[in-house]
């Protein structure tokens, strides 16, 4: 299940940092591109020796972590 939190967080900010490269917004792209990044490292490991079922929780979180993204970025900036 861990494996899908990591995936959840990587995409929250993700979906988030898409609004602030939209936007101009320098210094938060390059924060969260770093956060992404670091996700991404803590995660693929899991995802890349993992079965099937490793492979379907980390897409599912990160669905949701999508969906939780766009929401936040909608509730933050508008």
């Known amino acids: 299940m861990k494996i899908a939190l ?3 967080i990587q995409l929250v900010l993700i979906s988030m940092n898409t ?3 939209a936007n101009g917004k320098l210094i938060a ?7 992404i990044g670091l996700a991404w490292t ?9 079965g099937t079922k490793e492979k379907l929780y ?10 939780t993204g766009v929401i936040l970025s909608t509730l933050i900036y508008w």
Do not use: E, P, R
């Open 42 to 50: 803590m995660g693929v490991n899991g995802v890349a020796g993992g």
């Open 19 to 21: 609004w602030h490269i």
């Open 58 to 67: 980390y897409a599912a979180g990160g669905s949701l972590g999508t969906g």
């Open 6 to 8: 990591y995936s959840y």
């Open 29 to 35: 792209s390059i924060v969260f591109s770093f956060l």
